[in-house]
């Protein structure tokens, strides 16, 4: 469908997406000290995109329709909400990386300043 609407420039551009999201879901996940954060971004990343692999797997003829959706693209509320919120969740987890990151750095700079002398 989405490839009748769109011809092969939409359908390359939405499947680079794809693999954009799960590159930065798993830069997330490989950057996580917390065990929680890894499973989870883990775990979210794996659901998504083995989604959308047997998504496009099935449009394409590769296996049988079992009516799973392309995540963030098909119609259906309940499947783009969910998607969604993991979604969400990953950014927080990416957010609170960011700001330990920018706070560490910031400490190391306070130390490395000459003390002065008086």
Known sequence: MLG??????GALLVLG?????GIGMFRV?????????????G????????????????VTGLL???GVPLPFISAGGSALLMSILAV??????AH???????DISST?????????TS
């Open 4 to 9: 009748e609407e769109l011809g092969l420039v």
């Open 17 to 21: 997406l794809f693999i954009a999201l």
């Open 29 to 41: 996940a490989y950057n996580a000290t917390d065990s929680f954060v890894l499973i989870s971004s």
């Open 43 to 58: 775990a979210i990343m794996t659901w998504l995109l083995s989604q959308a692999f047997m998504n496009i797997a099935m």
């Open 64 to 66: 049988p329709i079992i």
């Open 88 to 93: 969400g969740l990953v950014l927080s987890f």
């Open 96 to 102: 609170d990386q960011a700001q330990k990151r920018d």
């Open 108 to 116: 190391l700079q306070d130390r490395s300043d000459p003390v002065p």
